[in-house]
């Protein structure tokens, strides 16, 4: 058993816990995408990252042998980051569900098999297969918790929180360092240092809260669901398609407003002479 010490199971549990919230933080997102039936300008990848992370701990728990405390939450993050991608998809527009069908079949599939291969090839004993496994876990899993960078760049460019949920930012900030602390506790190395990455990437995110959350909402402009829905002016600044239909349909309504004034002056003469 790898818990040698009630304190390490106890840190074990608590983590367990405030990572079982973590995964239901998106419930009102997707509650909210099911009543509108749409995705808004919510991205597919956070859920991408979240499932293919939760497979990849599975995996090397099973390698390890005695971290059930590993096994459930993730096979509990497995079942319901699915069911997020499965509304996702459902209600998202069809450039946006092509690039996360790529995403998952790529990194849930492609990326997942290749490290299984990868492990029963190149480390034959069980002690050599944890360590090639685990500083797997440690590169691809300090890649997941970037996966916020592109939440944290829309904040940035926006100036508005409306797409990054406090609630969730906070949460996994807390679980980050609970399974820190595990880490340490345990002495494995493998599960401390992604965290450390991802107390780093919390934090930015609850001081960008901080910042910029009396802000008002950014209104009728949709964040890009995926890069190709960012196009690049002639002067190389970056600007999103929505702005330029909006402005479009502005000056449109401006001119129509204008036509229809004009066409009233003329009857009101018409009917003067």
Excluded at 99 to 117: P, S
Excluded at 157 to 179: C, D, G
Excluded at 256 to 261: I, R, Y
């Amino acid at each position: 058993m790898a818990h040698d010490t009630p304190i390490i199971f106890a840190v074990g549990i608590i983590g367990n816990i405030v990572s079982f919230f973590c995964f239901l933080a998106p419930l009102p997102t997707f509650y909210r995408v099911c009543k509108k039936k749409t995705t808004e300008g919510y991205q597919s990848l956070p859920y991408v990252a979240a499932l293919f992370s939760a497979m990849l701990w599975i995996f090397y728990a099973y390698i390890k042998t005695g971290e059930m405390l590993l096994i459930t939450i993730n096979a509990f993050g497995c079942f319901v980051e699915t069911v997020y991608l499965v509304i996702y998809i459902t209600y998202c527009p069809k450039k946006a569900r092509i690039f996360t069908l790529k995403m998952i079949f790529l990194f849930n599939f492609g990326v997942i098999f290749l490290v299984i291969l990868l492990t029963h090839v190149l480390a034959k004993e069980r002690e050599a297969r944890i360590e090639l496994l685990g500083w797997i876990c440690v590169v691809l899993s300090t890649s997941v918790f970037a996966a916020p960078l592109s939440i944290i760049k829309v904040v940035i460019r926006t100036k508005s929180v409306e797409f990054m949920p406090f609630t969730l930012s906070l949460l996994l900030t807390i679980s980050a360092i609970m399974w820190l602390t595990y880490g340490i506790l345990l002495r494995d190395i493998y599960v401390t240092l992604p965290n450390i990455v991802g107390i780093t990437f919390g934090t930015m995110q609850m001081v960008l809260y901080a910042i910029y959350r009396k802000n008002k909402p950014v209104k009728d402009q949709k964040v890009p669901e995926h890069k190709d829905d960012v196009v690049n002016d002639e002067n190389g600044n970056t600007t999103q398609g929505t702005v330029d239909i909006e402005i479009g349909e502005k000056k449109q309504d401006q001119t129509e407003h204008n036509n229809k004034t004009r066409e009233g002056n003329n009857i009101r003469l018409q009917q003067h002479n």
